[in-house]
């Protein structure tokens, strides 16, 4: 009891729950994620929310039903180097400070991919809404007044509110930072596409399909290849 009582002090309660959450959780995954890596088949969904992809396991910090609990980026330590195929986080890579957590998160996406592995980043598409706000578009600021809140009434107010949306965003990108921290975390090849167009068919997942006024998508649909 007193080794239970100076862990608990240590570490502090919560954060010694979380990590036996998380600890337990991978335990009643571990005989999908031992065959995925036996076959380095893994495919990962980061970050899911609510979003289920059938197939895949999906990873979220919030974890309900058959969803892997972990924190992220800390517990993709957790899997073995050179196990996964396939990664895909559709906007969750903005909720990381940058450059710190949001670069261990692309290395350790990229230590757990195969070589030839692809990791699929979504976010929301920031260079968008700022070429929006320098052209006055008032049609592509009607369709975010549909998504933001009501008290968003300016141009400034919904970029803002895409880039920090009151605090749970860390940051905001464009292709060429995304670019930059991926290639830093050492993917060789990284490629924008677009909704549902990414060149590798099984990557075709994405369910974050906003549209502006002229149907052009409003996130950033990037791949990269180990």
Sequence with gaps: ???????FEAVGGAELLLR????????????????GAA?????????CGPEILPGWINVDEQADGDVLMARLPAGLRRFPDESARLIYASHFLEHLDYPTLA???????CRILIPGGVLR???????KIMEA???DDHGFFAVQATIHPE???TKLEHLMYALQQDGEHKYGYDFETI?????EAGFREISESDCNASRFEELRVDYRVMQDDRGNYLSLYVDAVK
């Design 179 to 183: 670019s930059k921290l991926l290639l």
């Design 133 to 135: 706000y320098v052209r």
């Design 1 to 7: 009891m007193r080794a239970f009582e100076r862990a």
């Design 20 to 35: 036996w959450q998380e600890a337990a959780s991978f335990r009643r995954h571990r005989r999908s994620i031992a065959e």
């Design 121 to 127: 980043v979504v976010v929301p598409g920031i260079q």
């Design 103 to 109: 670069a261990e998160f692309a290395r350790q996406c």
């Design 39 to 47: 076959q380095k088949d893994l495919r990962l969904h980061l970050g």
């Design 151 to 153: 008290r968003c009434s």
